[in-house]
């Protein structure tokens, strides 16, 4: 396999072009096709993530995995390293992601209360550093719902995950039940033993809270340690807790009191575990109030009263449509536009609080009575995450578009309909099928019968064009995927007819639009280039040259593809300007074919006057 893998990377190289440039400064990162600009560390400054170039990146992936609530894998998201390196590869290549959310499980990291499991830390080190080795940003997550599996009974219809066995004991809980529930979400709000629980570590009883920011700081200093330099620059930060809620609420208090006086307290003790344990440099991804931006079940939040919280700390929240799942209160599919006002909301808070935001979850179910309505809804979500304009209105108002916000979608498991789950230890209900956890299914990957990771959505959706790294900052950014819904075509923002020859060279295509202003020059914007777009098919048209069938990168190249870092196969546009506070455009379509130096200087010319008529 070695030699395989070395003869695969030749042919890359020589497809591609070379890797290095000259009169360039070395690799910055010990990973496969690295170059110069390549590997630094991720901070936020002015309400964006930026690199060690001080270009605006943008984060897009998945989560890994689901597999870390099940006990068949003993809390870990893979059966082995091997795996753990075959969904990196098949994350980069199919998906397109460049980050993943990683989750842990506390129950597993503390199994025997003040007692941290090495092995497991060993294990899931090791399978966060595939991910790593493939250039893919990693941020840590402690995960949890329903508070813990030991809540609840063999026979229940539900589980849960988190806490530890020792933590449920010491709480003496009651017999836990849900009632009548359709989703296991309502547990949060309707199982006593569930909500007595949440309470409990809220308030720190028995000291469940301190017991857990310990290992939490372990854990943070067995991950640096036990990463290589070069691996750690790649971990962003870290997630404290998923998906936080009070569990009841004390006389007098609300959801926006109790973040105030419990949560936002908690979010800085961590944060000084964080930097007790080596990770200062890297900001906390911090949750609101779960049902801040319900769109069925809401309460008010969305840290309100923490103030400026700075560059330390990430807005990091979840977005699901409630109203979709549910079959019941919205009929019928989405549609363009119908979540830009749930994400502006997301990035308004963000920039309230003065930091960048990332939308940590997201996703629709691909089985059950409303998996039809998910190739809608997804689009509708990356098109939100794109813009905060709908596709009708991009072309006429692109400058109100803003920042391209980060995201990771829910979620990325090899093991989809493979697995072999006691349901709560319960040899009687062994599950196999889904996701195995409360008849969920949303993983966007499965395993064919051949052990070849494979998309279950499609790959025009998942796999989409997006500015990795920006020279400068995002003015306005947009990408119709085409996806299909079923056999039909979802085109939510055609090319208008009052650019004529873009529309032309678009065609029946997919295409996108990034309009930015350059920075300081020193390193170029990246653009994801998904499987779709390859060389022989792409078409740039930008200020800075047209190019049908890009040449690869190098220093004088102004427009160029290479692979991207990790060795994956995967690869990106590279776009170079060398001025400053300046604003430029590029249009990336694989719409054409041998398109005429003629019609690529129409088009360019129908862009230039586009341009200088909305970013004046």
């Known amino acids: 396999m070695p030699n395989i893998r070395l003869r695969l990377l030749a042919v890359l190289v020589v497809l591609f072009g070379s890797l290095t440039v000259a009169g360039a400064g070395p690799a910055t990162a010990a990973v496969p096709h690295s170059l110069w600009f390549d590997g630094t560390a991720l901070t936020v400054s002015n309400g964006r993530f930026v690199d060690g170039q001080g270009r605006e990146v943008v984060l897009r992936g998945y989560n890994v995995s689901g597999e870390t609530k099940l006990d068949e894998n003993h809390g870990l998201p893979f059966a082995s390293v091997a795996d753990a390196k075959k969904s990196a590869t098949a994350l980069r290549a199919l998906g397109g992601g460049n980050s993943v959310r990683f989750l842990l499980s506390w129950a597993y990291a503390e199994p025997v209360r003040g007692r941290l499991d090495t092995a497991y830390l060993a294990a899931a080190t090791a399978q966060m550093g595939a991910f790593l080795d493939a250039g893919i940003r990693v941020y840590p997550d402690f995960h949890q719902d329903l508070y813990s599996r030991y809540l609840f009974d063999p026979d229940s219809w539900y ?23 359709f989703l296991w979400g309502q547990n949060i709000t309707q199982n006593g033993a569930v909500k007595a629980a949440q309470h409990d570590f809220w308030h720190n009883a028995h000291g469940l809270q301190d017991s857990f920011l310990t290992t939490a700081q372990k854990t943070m200093a067995y991950i640096k340690q036990n990463l290589s330099a070069e691996q750690f620059t790649g971990v962003l930060g870290f997630d404290p807790y998923n998906e936080p809620y009070a569990g009841t609420y004390d006389s007098g208090q609300a959801s926006r009191t109790w973040e105030r006086d419990l949560l936002w307290p908690f979010y800085v003790k961590f944060r000084a575990r964080m930097d007790a344990a080596g990770w200062t440099d890297k900001p906390a991804f911090v949750e609101p109030n779960l049902f801040w ?32 799942i549910s079959g019941v209160l919205m009929w019928g599919n989405a549609s363009d536009g119908q979540y ?21 979850e997201f996703g629709h179910p691909l089985n059950g009575s409303t998996a039809g309505k998910a190739p809608t809804v997804l689009k509708a979500m990356y098109q939100a995450l794109d813009s905060r304009v709908k596709g009708a209105n991009w072309w006429t108002t692109p400058a109100a578009s803003g920042p391209v916000l980060s995201g990771s979608q829910w979620q990325w498991d090899i093991y989809n309909g493979r697995h072999s789950e006691l349901m709560n230890g319960n040899p009687d209900k062994v599950l196999t099928t889904g996701d195995a956890w409360n008849d969920e299914d949303l993983s966007a990957v499965r395993l064919d019968d051949s052990g070849k990771a494979v998309l279950r959505q499609d790959a025009r959706l998942l796999d989409r064009v997006y500015p990795s790294a920006t020279s400068g900052s995002t003015l306005a950014f947009t990408y119709e995927d085409r996806s299909r819904d079923g056999s039909t075509t979802l085109t939510w923002n055609p090319v208008p007819s009052s650019l004529p020859n873009v529309s032309s060279l678009v065609g029946s295509g997919q295409y996108s639009l990034l309009v930015w202003r350059s920075g300081s020059g020193s390193a170029p914007t990246e653009l994801h280039l998904p499987a779709s777009f390859p060389n022989a098919s792409t078409t740039v048209v930008s200020d800075l040259g047209t190019v049908y069938a890009p040449p690869a990168y190098t220093s004088t190249t102004p427009i160029g593809t290479t692979v991207e870092p990790g060795g994956t196969g995967s690869r990106r546009l590279l776009l170079t300007d060398t001025d400053s506070a300046t604003p430029h455009y590029a249009l990336v379509t694989n719409g054409a074919t041998s398109p005429s130096a003629t019609v690529l200087n129409a088009a360019r010319s129908e862009l230039a006057a586009w341009m200088a008529s909305k970013f004046a």
């Open 340 to 360: 830009v006002s749930d994400f502006a909301t997301v990035r308004d808070r963000a920039s309230a609080l003065g930091t960048t935001a990332i939308v940590s």
């Open 159 to 181: 589980t849960g995950d988190g806490a530890p066995q020792w933590a449920v004991d010491l709480g003496n809980y009651p017999d836990e039940s849900c009632g009548i529930c």
């Open 293 to 324: 931006n319900g769109n069925v079940s809401k309460e008010e939040g969305g840290l309100l009263d923490a103030g400026a919280i700075g560059s330390r700390y990430v807005f990091n929240t979840h977005f699901y449509d409630q109203k979709a």
